[in-house]
């Protein structure tokens, strides 16, 4: 028969250890689409998801315990449908002019920027005035991306139609089209043009990259109205990945702004 000291200590121990479990089965999980958008989200055909989604979505899980981010695969077109589904509780790197306001939806501004730009064959006699006028010109687009030239209209008929547009899932392969002169020109955005002129060195010379931009893309997360988080406690997350250094060290290579978020 065990003493009663014997006995309170060992109830004293189970007592300390569920306390400490605790914290991690407390987590609530939080669903984040991953739709492939580079340099966002890369989706390749086998592996895990790379680019700059799945490294916020790590530093978002190292800072704190209280939730636990996981990205749940999604498509450009396909990502509406979850949403309202409640398949994923969250889209980042949206803006609620691109398809979502007829969504209910919470919205949480990131403090990111970054910028849509054109890029055309470099020629002896072709300048920045290039860019001035689409009439005419084969441009490549990147499918389901809204484009404010065309007034945020994404439907694949209405760009092949109104703008002589070829459009794919790549924008490796929108800027081959230029360089093999069978766009004229491609629509990328300036963090994709960054990464890629660092893999691609030797065509930079042979790119002739617009001053132009078609829009500045100011990044939102959109928060479903079941989701396990509030508005509030995420932009308090996202400005405590500000304050240790994380925004910057992740976004700052991309040539992607970090700018102040405007206080609610």
């Known amino acids: 028969m065990s003493s009663p000291s014997w006995t309170v200590s060992r109830l004293l121990l189970a007592a300390l250890a569920v306390l400490w479990v605790l914290p991690s089965q407390a987590a609530q999980q939080v669903r984040v689409g991953a739709a492939h958008f580079p340099p966002y989200t ?138 093999r002169d069978r766009a004229d020109i491609a629509l990328v955005t300036r963090s994709y043009l960054s990464d890629y002129l660092l893999r691609n060195e030797k065509v930079a010379d042979e790119l002739l990259v617009s001053q132009r931009i078609d829009q500045v893309y100011h990044h939102y997360a959109l928060l479903s109205p079941a989701a396990p988080i509030s508005g509030p406690a995420f932009s308090k997350l996202l400005q405590g990945l500000r304050d240790n250094g994380q925004m910057l060290k992740i976004f700052e290579p991309y040539k992607i702004s970090l700018v102040p978020v405007p206080k609610s």
């Open 42 to 179: 890369v989706r390749p055909e086998s592996g895990a998801d790379t680019g700059l989604l799945p490294q916020l979505v790590e530093a978002l899980n190292q800072l704190q315990t209280d939730y636990q981010f996981v990205l749940v695969p999604t498509s450009i077109p396909r990502r509406f449908g979850d949403f309202k589904q409640g398949r994923v509780d969250m889209a980042i790197f949206e803006n609620p002019d691109w398809g979502w306001k007829d969504i209910p939806h919470t919205t949480v501004d990131m403090g990111l920027e970054d910028a849509e730009i054109f890029v055309a064959q470099r020629k002896p006699d072709r300048q920045q005035s290039y860019f001035a006028d689409l009439a005419g010109k084969r441009l490549a687009l990147f499918s389901g991306y809204h484009y404010e030239f065309a007034n945020f209209n994404a439907d694949p008929k209405f760009l092949a139609q109104n703008f002589n547009a070829t459009l794919t899932y790549s924008h490796d392969s929108n800027l081959l089209m230029v360089l």
